[in-house]
């Protein structure tokens, strides 16, 4: 690889990192408004658990052990699983007992199979290009994955044609993400960040269609849903009144 290419490769590496910090960041609204609630309602845990699971398994593939020159890599997928495991814990704190046991178990599952795949690349497999295509072919495997798990919100966004618990701004971090990261590995081509992130850019593409769909149907049935929490307080309160007044007589 040339030095200019070296260099651009840098530079949409570091890109990429900062816009993966904020496709990482981007629920923090959504994680302020469950801690208020208290409760996850419908929001779903699987973009998180898919992320996470997709982050540990990047993180192994960044190694200089198994890919060498890849330490940008390493350093936002490393960032992003403090930042995941954050994020499943407060579904832990926030979810019902069924939901809670569904998410501890799932966690539970991915860290023994990212501890087994970690011991069989670094102790049975002894070239740096076995272990890039073995944790590579994982990478693309996970990658599809995390990109692919907002299809059960999707699904949910047709079904009743509102886009409330899908965040535009983790849609837009995830296509700036996908784009960031397909660039950076076809400067010197890596097909395990190229297919993976390619794949994840259509996928976001899908989702900003839908946002924009079911945008106005939204804003509806939430102007909707607060007039008719309107109406039901204010026949509380005259119900209230009506109570009021009978006592004051008897």
């Known amino acids: 690889m040339t030095a200019a290419a070296h260099i651009a490769r840098t530079v949409v590496g570091i890109i990429g990192n900062i816009i993966s910090g904020f496709l990482f960041l981007s629920p923090v609204p959504t994680f302020i408004e469950i801690w208020k609630k208290g409760s996850v309602e419908q929001f779903s845990p699987a973009p998180y658990l898919a992320t996470l699971a997709n982050c540990m398994v990047w993180t192994l593939y960044g190694l200089p052990m198994v890919h060498p020159d ?17 994020y499943v814990t407060l579904f832990l704190i926030y979810s019902n007992r069924n939901k809670r046991l569904k998410v501890f178990l799932w966690l539970v599952v991915e860290l023994i199979f990212i501890a087994t795949l970690t ?9 740096v290009k076995k272990r890039s295509a073995i944790v590579g072919t994982t990478c693309i495997i996970f990658n599809i994955m995390m990109y692919a798990a907002p299809l059960a919100v999707m699904k949910l966004v047709i079904m009743t044609k509102s886009v409330e618990y899908m ?11 996908g784009v960031a990261w397909t660039t950076y590995a076809l400067i010197e081509f890596d097909p395990f960040i190229t297919v993976p ?3 994840g850019t259509l996928f976001s593409v899908a989702q900003l269609i839908l946002y924009v769909t079911y945008y106005k149907s939204t804003k509806m049935q ?3 849903r607060k007039a008719n929490k309107t109406e039901v307080d204010l026949s509380q309160v005259v119900v209230g009144n009506s109570d009021q007044r009978s006592k004051t007589n008897h």
Request: one cysteine or more.
């Open 222 to 224: 939430i102007a909707a």
């Open 70 to 86: 890849s330490v940008l890599v390493v350093t936002i997928n490393g960032s992003g699983c403090v930042v995941e495991i954050i």
């Open 197 to 199: 992130n390619g794949i």
């Open 119 to 127: 011991f069989v690349t670094l102790r049975l497999v002894h070239t």
């Open 167 to 177: 965040p535009l701004s983790i849609s837009l971090a995830s296509f700036g993400n």
